[in-house]
């Protein structure tokens, strides 16, 4: 288990769609996350929404910045941009 509830993350979404959310816990087979700007709301309630284990990443801005860019221009991204992220957990 990791313990780093607060903790600012990458997220792979559906379709390769990056997104930026904070650990709000962490389960067995998931990482429970939540938008920046519901996470008090969030922790305070004791949910988030569980996203796979080898879909979360350490924050890196540049590479969130570069996948963004590849997401707004073709709705998606490539799996090479994705190689250069750092799992969360392995």
């Given at each position: 288990?990791?313990?780093m509830r607060g903790d600012r993350v990458l997220v792979r979404a559906d379709l390769g769609k990056?997104?930026?959310?904070i650990v709000v816990g962490d389960g067995r087979r998931v990482?429970?996350?939540?938008?920046?700007?519901?996470?008090?709301?969030?922790i305070a309630e004791g949910s988030g929404v569980g996203f796979?284990?080898?879909d979360v990443f350490y924050?890196?801005?540049?590479l969130f910045n570069d996948l963004l860019?590849?997401?707004k221009t073709s709705g998606r991204t490539q799996p090479e941009?994705?190689?250069?992220?750092?799992?969360?957990s392995n």
């Open positions: 288990m990791i313990n990056p997104l930026e959310r990482i429970y996350l939540s938008r920046p700007d519901l996470c008090d709301q969030v796979p284990r080898e924050f890196d801005a540049s860019n590849e997401w941009t994705w190689d250069q992220a750092i799992p969360l």
